[in-house]
């Protein structure tokens, strides 16, 4: 499965970027109900876990927090392959507006 990963700088704390992620991912869980759906989270200490749905595709992922960065690493179907550019842009404009 063909991956997208993105790395994000951040200048807060591991807790305080913690904290912020899951504020952001309750927020889109929200703002995104019409087009996001099964949106599942594991935490552990700084390592995330997660899955959801979106326009009828399936995608999975990871995310750790580090020191100076927050990593995520997406699985997105071969059928969304089209999207990859998007898919990475958008998620590298909303982790950085969620971290500032």
Do not use: Y
């Not at 087009?35 to 999975?60: A, M």
């Amino acid at each position: 499965m063909p991956k997208i990963s993105v790395t994000v700088p951040h200048q807060l704390s591991q807790q305080d970027a913690g904290e912020r992620l899951k504020h952001f991912l309750a927020k889109l869980k929200d703002e995104q109900k019409d087009r996001v759906s099964d949106l599942r989270e594991e935490w552990t200490d700084n390592g995330l876990k997660f899955s959801f749905k979106s326009f009828g595709f399936q995608f999975q992922g990871t995310g750790t927090l580090e020191p100076s960065d927050v990593k995520l690493d997406l699985d997105i179907p071969f059928a969304a392959m089209m999207f990859k550019g998007k898919i990475e842009s958008d998620i590298r404009e909303t982790l950085t507006r969620a971290l500032q």
